[in-house]
T-cell receptor, first 111, second 112 residues
Framework: TQLLEQSPQFLSIQEGENLTVYCNSS?????LQWYRQEPGEGPVLLVTVVTGGEVKKLKRLTFQFGDARKDSSLHITAAQPGDTGLYLCAGAGDSWGKLQFGAGTQVVVTP | GAVVSQHPSWVICKSGTSVKIECRSLDFQATTMFWYRQFPKQSLMLMAT?????????EQGVEKDKFLINHASLTLSTLTVTSAHPEDSSFYIC????????FGPGTRLTVL
């Protein structure tokens, strides 16, 4: 089993501040996904990173995949209350289609 | 991506009864779907892989006779929780596997 460790578990910041969420593993993943989930809803895909060292930007969100494809980070610039949610990283490994999920990071952005 | 729906969105049942949850892929023919369970303030836990036209593959510790999965078409997979008990109360989410996984909106099950 490929274990994905996500940190921090909880993050509370004020609107306008920046934040970074980390996702680390000792295993190599063929791809890594980031999802955001709001209460009572299913996770929504934010991005998929595939290539080691890859950086993807989605408006104020920046995603990075480590060179060795074992870790990833999500950075949010100038956070807004709408960024509040549970952020989940998920890695795809050797079993086709199956994802290994991190424990999640609950982000709360207060006005 | 794929658009996925679930029905019902929430259900309350009595202990000992069975509950069926449907997962539909609205715009993609899905040979593989996944079923997850999520407890409050926790991440998703994979229960089983649903394969169209064949038996589902269950994760270790998940009782296949209690959580019956049927994937009879490329657009529909069902999860039936048999003889439900209060400890089965949870948020059940399905996903469709394409280039990655796209999730349904989830079903909140409460067993009294």
């Amino acid at each position: 089993t490929q274990l994905l460790e996500q940190s921090p578990q909880f993050l509370s910041i004020q609107e306008g501040e920046n934040l970074t969420v980390y996702c680390n593993s000792s295993s190599v993943f063929s791809s890594l996904q980031w999802y955001r989930q709001e209460p009572g809803e299913g996770p929504v895909l934010l991005v998929t990173v595939v290539t080691g060292g890859e950086v993807k930007k989605l408006k104020r969100l920046t995603f990075q995949f480590g060179d060795a494809r074992k870790d990833s980070s999500l950075h949010i610039t100038a956070a807004q209350p709408g960024d509040t949610g549970l952020y989940l990283c998920a890695g795809a490994g050797d079993s086709w289609g199956k994802l290994q999920f991190g424990a999640g990071t609950q982000v709360v952005v207060t006005p | 991506g794929a658009v996925v729906s679930q029905h019902p969105s929430w259900v309350i049942c009595k202990s000992g009864t069975s509950v069926k949850i449907e997962c539909r892929s609205l715009d993609f023919q899905a040979t593989t779907m996944f079923w997850y369970r999520q407890f409050p303030k926790q991440s998703l836990m994979l229960m089983a892989t649903s394969n169209e036209g064949s038996k589902a593959t269950y994760e270790q510790g998940v009782e296949k006779d209690k959580f019956l999965i049927n994937h009879a078409s490329l657009t529909l997979s069902t999860l039936t929780v048999t003889s439900a008990h209060p400890e089965d109360s949870s948020f059940y989410i399905c996903s469709v596997a394409t280039d990655t996984q796209y999730f349904g909106p989830g079903t909140r099950l409460t067993v009294l």
